[in-house]
């Protein structure tokens, strides 16, 4: 069965970086896009990034733009979330998606804080 597993969460003070992984299982990985989303207590969940399925295109949300960068490594079944510069309203729980039939990973904490 399709399975998305999400790691690199953690805890990171402003300014520093994380490098969230997703790895896909059940399906063949490379004829899907792929997404990350994210959602804060008391928030909707939101768009971050998405990426095509060949890694060509990808796109991001307003608030993430300039500073994370999704791509993804066919080979290893896993997409990947760059997350550089992470601002307190960063914190969230982040969850790895595949959109055809709405596939969703368990998700991991990142929390940006002193």
């Known amino acids: 069965q399709v399975q998305l597993v999400e790691s690199g969460g953690g805890l990171v003070q402003p300014g520093g970086s994380l490098r969230l992984s997703c790895l896909a299982s059940?399906?063949?990985?490379?004829?899907?896009?792929m997404s990350w989303f994210r959602q804060a207590p008391g928030k909707e969940r939101e768009l971050v990034a998405l990426?095509?399925?060949?890694?060509?295109?990808?796109k991001y949300g307003s608030s993430v733009k300039d500073r994370f960068s999704i791509s993804r490594d066919n080979s290893k079944n896993t997409v990947y979330l760059q997350m550089n510069d992470l601002k307190p309203e960063d914190t969230a729980v982040y969850y790895c998606?595949?959109?055809?039939?709405?596939?969703w990973g368990q998700g991991t904490q990142v929390t940006v804080s002193l």
């Open positions: 998606r595949r959109s055809v039939h709405d596939y």
């Open positions: 059940g399906f063949t990985f490379s004829r899907y896009s």
């Open positions: 990426i095509s399925d060949d890694g060509g295109v990808t």
